[in-house]
């Protein structure tokens, strides 16, 4: 087998000949690299990163731990116009397949409890590593801090960067979305793929803290709490979660919020039970005797032992009690029962969204019924692939988008 070291050039103008260019040296790209060379060796194929180094973003991932996938991964864990498309690309890499493909390039995996999975050694560099080892190995052509500025297709596709050429008779468009600019996030893909012909939907944040309204955020400020969050529209619960809440100074935040992020829109509600063990009435019965229990306290008191004290004091203020001089014999059963509701139900109405800056993930991308799930192909442009976040489909937070990235660039890479 012939054997190539990664070229990296910078600085030299060259017009350069390949059989497939992948534009994005992320996730999807250097998996779909691999793939290509894994099924054909021969093939000629060159990754354009913007980046001075690939798999900056990568890095980040799962707080450098790097989520890569998760054993629960379906359909119905993505959102997007490609999520029924979707499920058959599941069934053939589930993430038992995707665990196998990564173990043969050298990297072993553990999951937790809640079905996610990670290198074995926590560390997100090792999943980077094994990648870039591979392309190396198979004699990907690798080139760095290189912005691709047009793209043009006739028989052949021409990719010009600042200082080069390449003519490659497959092109791969595999570079991300809008989320976290500052690790290479352009969506740039948006502007090539309306260029070749295909419907885009925008992308939009996603994975990101959602912002509120409510007149009890701001004395919440850096607490955490467990809690069940509702996302309420309409009346209806479109989405529950459960997990740890942080509250920031205009949103809310933390792993289960981001999983409502996917869904939620300005004028939702989101609802948080911040004791989700207990009924309604048990934490009726519970406060009454903390009447009795706490009854020369001033009446914040109350949910001592239950909340922590700002927290009480906000569930107390959206309850209606006003001032906390009363004594907590003072408190009428009515106003009790309120309190316990406000405990389940507390209440803060979305304005907006994170951001890209904030988000992990987008929402859009090339309208899914443009491509084919089977080969990743475009059906608009011959010869023309995409995969990752570049494709209309986002995940739940729990590695179902490193997941896709990686199937989809698997499937696109073998199908050159
Ligand atoms: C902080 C953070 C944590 C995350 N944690 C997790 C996690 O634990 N698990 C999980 O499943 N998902 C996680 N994600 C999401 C996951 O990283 C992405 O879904 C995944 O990287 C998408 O892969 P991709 O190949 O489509 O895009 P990317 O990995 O973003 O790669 C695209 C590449 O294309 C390059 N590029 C863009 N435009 C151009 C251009 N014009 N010319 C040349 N190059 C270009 C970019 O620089 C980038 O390197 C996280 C995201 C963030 C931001």
Redesign the pocket.
Known sequence: MQRHAALFYIGETMNLKYDAVI???????LMCAIAAKRKNQNLKVAV????DR?????L???NGR???TNMNVRADKYVGSFQKQSASIFEKYDAEALLGYFNELGLMTCADSEGRVYPLCRQATSVLDVLRFQCENLGVDIFCA???KSIKHSNTFTVTTAEHSFTSDKLVI????K??PK????G??ADYLKNLGHSFVPFSPA?CPVIVNSDVLKSLKGLRANAEVRLIRDGKTIKAERGEVQFNEDNLSGICVFDLSLYSKSGDEISLDLTPDISIEELYIFLSKNKIRFANQTADNILTGVLQKRLSQAVMKQAGVKGFNSLCSELSDDTIRNIANAAKHMSFTVTDNGGFDR???CKGGVMGSEIDEATMQSRICNNLYV????IDLC?E???????F?FAS?IIAGESL
């Open positions: 534009i994005g040296g992320g996730a999807s790209g354009i990163e913007k980046n690939v798999g900056k973003k990568l980040s991932t799962g790097c989520n890569l290189q912005t691709v595999a570079a991300g979305s989320a976290a690790l290479g996030g352009n740039s893909c994975l988000a992990q993930a995969c990752g976040e570049a995940g937070c729990g590695g179902y988008n490193l997941h990235a660039g």
